[in-house]
């Protein structure tokens, strides 16, 4: 069993649609959530940054973490075109320096 | 702008040749930056860790002797595909620290990646 799970996709919805993404994990030492976000032949760029459980919004992008659940999730609202990449989960436990990262799932927003 | 940069972004080489590749910290100092390797549609993988200063740590599996890592300065670290051949061919990232200028705390940032092709 991986440490981070992702279902690879891929996702295809329409512009405007919401898009929903998560991970699962089963390392409870976990503590920071990130979401990456990689268009095609570029290095991942950081979306969101969430720490321990909770939800946090930024935009049309809202990120949420369950660890009683060890589940992560991403929404994102009023999805574009140029939303269209491939999103990573990571995660780290505390006072560590080696990301854990999903397989990463590829969406694409249809105009 | 990008913060940590890397070069060359595209390189193809010959079977047998060897190529180096740099992952430089534009506005920040690194002691430490990551190696990753990257396969189409598939997710990163971490090679290795390089230490300024002291040897690189690599991960279970990774040949040391074919992917020379040297982190010379504070904000360079290079990784060198020794003798390589066309199944090395593949994306590779490097990242480093830094603290996020809206979080203030630390975050993993990329370089835009070096896309290798060996002939």
């Known amino acids: 069993q991986k440490e981070v799970e992702q279902d690879p996709g891929p996702l295809s919805v329409p512009e405007g649609a919401i898009v929903s993404l998560n991970c699962t994990y089963s390392?409870?030492?976990?503590?920071?959530f990130m979401w990456y976000r990689q268009y095609s032949r570029k290095g991942p760029e950081l979306l969101m940054y969430?720490?321990?459980?909770g939800n946090k919004e930024d935009g049309r992008f809202t990120a949420q973490v369950d660890k009683s659940s060890k589940y992560i999730s991403l929404f994102i609202r009023d999805s574009q075109p140029s939303d269209s990449a491939t999103y990573l989960c990571?995660?780290?436990?505390?006072?560590?320096?080696?990301?854990?990262f999903g397989a990463g799932t590829t969406v694409t927003v249809r105009a | 702008g990008a913060v940590v940069s890397q070069h060359p972004s595209w390189v193809i080489c010959k079977s047998g040749t060897s190529v180096k590749i740099e992952c430089r910290s534009l506005?920040?100092?690194?002691?430490?930056m990551f190696w990753y390797r990257q396969f189409p549609k598939q997710s990163l993988m971490l090679m290795a860790t390089?230490?300024?200063?002291?040897?690189?740590?690599?991960e279970q599996g990774v040949e040391k002797d074919k992917f020379l890592i040297n982190h010379a300065s504070l904000t360079l670290s290079t990784l060198t595909v020794t003798s390589a051949h066309p199944e090395d061919s593949s994306f590779y990232i490097c990242?480093?620290?830094?603290?996020?200028?809206?979080?203030?705390?630390?975050?993993?940032?990329f370089g835009a990646g070096s896309r290798l092709t060996v002939l």
């Open positions: 990242s480093a620290w830094r603290v996020g200028l809206s979080s203030g705390a630390n975050v993993l940032t």
């Open positions: 390392n409870s030492a976990f503590q920071y």
């Open positions: 969430t720490y321990s459980s």
């Open positions: 990571a995660m780290i436990p505390e006072n560590d320096y080696k990301l854990s």
């Open positions: 506005d920040f100092q690194a002691t430490t």
């Open positions: 390089s230490n300024e200063g002291s040897k690189a740590t690599y």
